[in-house]
């Protein structure tokens, strides 16, 4: 049986798609003052391949609910059941190439 879960990854690409925007528009966005993001960090952050409970990542969650006019509350909960997905590269078939 397979686990649904919200991840903070899965509801930006979701909010960002819905508002038309890449992940480099996005970025620009989100620079503040103090803290900017670039679309490799952001690509990460939306396969969740990093762990944005991380308290590096605090600022991220207002900005993110400024932009995309949603409750700063609802995606700090959502930010704190995302966990890691580790890559499987365990089924991963290789291209092997003969000369």
């Not at 890449?22 to 396969?47: G, M, P």
């Not at 400024?66 to 909960?77: G, N, R």
């Amino acid at each position: 049986m397979y686990e649904c879960k919200i991840t903070l990854g899965k509801t930006i690409t979701n909010a960002r798609q819905q508002y038309g925007f890449s992940q480099r528009e996005l970025c620009q966005l989100l620079v503040t003052s103090d803290n900017s993001i670039n679309h490799h960090q952001l690509a990460k952050i939306e396969n969740n391949r990093v762990d944005v409970r991380s308290d590096s990542y605090d600022w991220l969650i207002s900005k993110l609910a400024e932009v995309f006019s949603c409750d700063v509350v609802w995606l700090e909960q959502i930010r704190q059941q995302t966990e890691i997905e580790h890559l499987d590269s365990s089924k991963t078939i290789f291209p092997i190439y003969f000369n």
